[in-house]
């Protein structure tokens, strides 16, 4: 198969071609989603814009990734209840770029794996973020990048789906090899893939640069700690669900971060004791 030229890529993606232009409604959700003041009560009577979405969150909140005893029947209730203003918002993010990016033409594109995978990076993130206190990053936005971080292998599966396709069907497809082969074939990362999606979209600054910075030797100073709690949860990620939960490379993550092997250790530990209800939230997130 012939690798594309980098120009090729940015070109075909941003023609609108073989990317959708948001629907009205879900330009209105992202606006909500992305404002730091919305109050909950706008919240909910935006995202009602799209029952899909509303039957989605409904349904991660009642999942048993939250432990609920009694059902959840309303959008207002969960929010309060379950899943908080700031998770509702990530996930709603989540959910809405799924949505838009069907990836049924790629067949070798594991719509669970993928979600696990982001999930599972999301929820590292927010827990690193919350043990270690970096004073520059909230465990809300680190959940939320975490959780985009592999979009742009979204990306790669509605726009380019046979050439993704060739490379998930080979026999190593870990994320680590499909991250490899992505560069080499394209001659982009996915994550830069990423973000000219959130660009295109005209999602916030902070999300774009993340991803356009991610694998970037200098960045700004204010997005090193970011950039090392989002590489020791992708690890992390990498360490439960493509190397079948060996722990024997915590200290290098730990150590690479800069972050108490210990704090590393209890995040990896809980992680897996919650697979399988992370397996449950993906499943909900692709909308099996």
Not at 99 to 118: A, E, I, T
Not at 122 to 140: D, I, P, R, T
Request: with cysteine; charged share 20%; net charge negative.
């Amino acid at each position: 198969m012939d690798d594309i030229s980098k120009p090729s890529i940015e070109s075909r993606i941003n023609k609108l071609k073989n990317l959708p232009a948001l629907p009205e409604a879900s330009v209105r959700i992202l606006e909500a989603v992305n404002d730091p003041d919305v109050e909950i009560e706008k919240l909910v009577k935006v995202i009602s814009l799209s029952p899909a979405l509303v039957a989605r969150l409904l349904g991660l909140a009642n999942s048993a990734f939250f432990g609920q005893l009694n059902q959840i029947d309303d959008l207002h209730t969960a929010i309060v209840r379950v899943l908080g203003l700031q998770m509702v918002k990530s996930l709603s993010l989540g959910i809405l770029l799924n949505v838009q990016l069907d990836p049924k033409h790629c067949k070798g594109f594991d719509s669970q794996s993928f979600w696990m995978h982001s999930l599972i990076t999301a929820v590292a993130a927010q827990k690193l973020a919350n043990a270690h206190a970096w004073q520059s990053l909230s465990s809300a936005n680190a959940y939320t990048c975490g959780l985009l971080l592999h979009i742009g292998i979204l990306v790669a599966a509605y726009a380019f789906p046979e050439e993704l396709d060739g490379i998930l069907s080979h026999e190593s497809n870990s994320y680590l090899h499909v991250e490899t082969e992505i560069q080499r074939r394209f001659g982009q990362s996915h994550y830069q893939m990423g973000y000219i999606l959130l660009k295109k979209w005209q999602l916030p600054e902070f999300y774009q640069s993340m991803l356009n910075q991610f694998t970037s030797t200098e960045m700004p100073e204010n997005q090193v700690e970011l950039n090392r709690c989002l590489h020791a949860s992708q690890q992390i990620c990498y360490s439960i669900l493509d190397q079948e939960a060996d722990d024997t490379g915590l200290d290098l993550i730990a150590a690479t971060a800069g972050l108490p092997l210990e704090t590393v250790g209890k995040v990896f530990n809980a992680l897996l004791e919650s697979k399988d209800n992370v397996q449950k939230l993906a499943a909900e997130m692709g909308g099996w």
